[in-house]
């Protein structure tokens, strides 16, 4: 199969149930709700050394805020509830609180458990925090500096899918990382999808093996250029460059909309294959099949 | 067997016209119209529900023409100045009171929506747990809140009096929401423990007076606050923009009625802890 000259691989990438969550994050002025939106979402690449992975969507022209000013919906995916309660706490705490102006609700509609987090956070207000209780939501409103930081006391979270992958194979790097900044530029409209990785792009993709004791991953040395000759390597003749983009949803669906999406608008000049990565399929509960996706 | 909420849909055929037979200022006490007791019920059996006509016990047949079935939607008409209690301890369903009904509307209600398209008596939605009630005119004392020597009042659902109303709006709350859009009598939030009121018009005398906690806030003309309030700050509260979002999405509040962006805050009431705030629209002072 081939999209614009490019081969797509006939392959699929195997991604795993996590946990994920939807935060909306409002602000005096849309600028500083991406500002807490980009603090809380710092350092939230990989669940291997970060904690969570996490990225934004931008809210639709339709979608209102829960207090009707400016925000943002900031998405966290964990492996597990227990860490999701974790990195929930500390980084509403440690920059959406922090940040000018800003109030934090639940964006999860209809979650399948709920975590109390604006009901610990609560105790930062020092015995003077206050509740208000509408329609079944509850607030708290916690006395800071610029006035009260409004936050809800419960998060929705739901079982979610990470991992969703492909590859883009190039002649060269800026070809590749052109063709990359297209998919995630295209990826970034949709709902319930995140590219966790800087800019959306993995530069760095790994394996699970290592030559050294102790040492789980490594870099995914079949995939890199340098390496030809020294490694069985996945290259073909003439591609020089990958980059990888990986995709976490809240649903499947969002994961392979995202990689439809993005596996278009990556089929550009100078890109010679999209392939994606699996196990074999044993270990991920879900494949998303590049040639389904594309033909869809 | 089924819930009663079932049983009501299955038998719901449209719904029920309650029309008052006569004028008359002798008190008429119906708590028995009520989605809940007429769900399962024909107009014969509605009929028979019982009612109190002053003192003398009587049936709904007696006082009113009973016309349909169903306790989705029960509509009553008629001169219903003096008929209290209608929509006692509702859970569920629609009342629809055209005109000007009598006391203790929806009282204890714990579901359902209450409409009353004139105004209301007093004690409108006292110890009101959760619902609806909207009333087009005014009402009279104590919406939402305690019968006089108790000290928990409304905890739960939402009322709102498009006109204006009495004294002790909101006294003794526990919980929910009181909108008043147009003037409120003194003690607003009285003794009030939590939950909010909202006045868009004048604020009576003396709000959240022995307040513990909640909110009181007031969009129009306001006195001075009693003097075991304090002033805080001047701010622009982000919960309240949560709450009028609320407000008018659910249709309760049009564009332009409650505005207001910048808030005068006073805590208090210092003699019962000073957990409690009154918030004052900044340009109303």
């Known amino acids: 199969m081939r999209v614009n000259g490019v081969e797509i691989e006939d392959t699929f990438a195997e991604a795993f149930g996590m946990w994920g969550t939807r935060l909306v994050v409002t602000a005096e002025t849309l600028e500083w709700a991406r500002t807490a939106a980009a603090s809380a979402t710092g350092f939230a690449t990989s669940i291997i050394g970060c904690g969570c992975e996490a990225g934004v969507n931008e809210l639709g022209v339709g979608d209102g805020t829960p207090d009707g000013r400016p925000g943002i919906a900031v998405l966290l995916f964990t492996m597990s509830r227990k860490d999701m309660e974790k990195q929930l706490t500390l980084r509403v705490g440690q920059t959406i609180m922090t940040c000018p102006t800003t109030a934090c609700y639940d964006g999860l509609a209809g979650g399948e458990e709920r975590l109390k987090i604006g009901g610990k956070l609560r105790y930062f207000g020092d015995t003077f925090q206050r509740s208000k209780l509408l329609e079944g939501r509850r607030l708290w409103r916690v006395p800071v500096m610029d006035g009260e930081f409004v936050v809800e006391e419960g998060f929705g979270i739901s079982r979610a899918v990470g991992g969703g992958n492909f590859f883009i194979m190039a002649a060269d790097l800026e070809h590749a990382l052109a063709a990359a900044e297209a998919a995630v530029a295209a990826m970034r409209d949709v709902p319930g999808a995140v590219m966790p990785f800087p800019g959306g792009i993995v530069r760095s993709g790994s394996k699970v093996s290592s030559r050294y004791k102790g040492q789980n991953v490594s870099s995914n040395t079949p995939y890199c250029p340098t390496l030809r000759g020294f490694e069985k390597s996945e290259l073909r003749e003439g591609e020089n460059a990958v980059l990888e983009i990986v995709i976490d949803g809240l649903s499947e669906e969002a994961v392979a909309e995202a990689t439809r999406v993005g596996v278009a608008a990556a089929c550009t000049d100078g890109v010679l294959r999209i392939s994606a990565g699996n196990y074999g399929g044993s270990l991920g509960q879900y494949r998303f099949a590049l040639h389904e996706l594309v033909k869809s | ?285």
């Open chain 2, 1 to 285: 067997m089924m819930c009663i909420a079932c049983a009501a849909a299955a038998m719901d055929r449209g719904g029920v016209t309650l029309t008052r037979k006569e004028s008359s200022p002798i008190p008429v006490e119906a708590d028995s119209i009520c989605p809940d007791r007429f769900a399962t019920l024909g107009p014969a059996d509605i009929g028979r529900l019982p009612a109190f006509y002053g003192r003398r016990q009587v049936t709904l047949g007696d006082l009113f023409e009973i016309d349909g079935a169903g306790a989705s939607h029960i509509t009553v008409t008629g001169d219903l100045t003096a008929v209290k209690k209608i929509g006692y301890g509702m859970t569920m369903g629609r009342v629809t009171v055209h005109g000007t009904v009598g006391p203790h509307t929806g009282a204890f209600m714990t579901g359902g929506e209450l409409v009353v398209e004139g105004d209301a008596g007093d004690w409108l939605g006292a110890y009101m747990a959760g619902g609806r009630i909207v009333v087009e005119g005014g009402a009279g004392h104590f919406v939402g809140a305690a019968y006089s020597g108790d000290t928990k009042g409304m905890r739960g659902g939402t009322i709102l009096v498009k006109g204006s109303a009495g004294r002790e709006a909101g006294a003794h709350m526990r919980r929910g929401l009181v909108v008043v859009l147009g003037d409120v009598g003194e003690f607003a939030g009285a003794k009030m423990l939590a939950g909010s009121v909202f006045v868009g018009g004048r604020l009576g005398r003396r709000p959240g007076a022995g307040m513990k906690r909640g909110t009181v806030v007031g969009f129009g003309e306001a006195p001075d606050p009693l003097p075991t309030f304090r002033y805080t700050c001047t701010y622009r509260p982000v919960f309240m923009r949560y709450y009028l979002r609320h407000l008018r999405e659910s249709g309760l509040v049009g564009d332009g009625e409650l505005d207001g962006a910048l808030f005068r805050r006073y805590i208090g009431d210092l003699t019962n802890g000073g957990r409690g705030e009154v918030l004052v629209r900044a340009e109303s002072q």
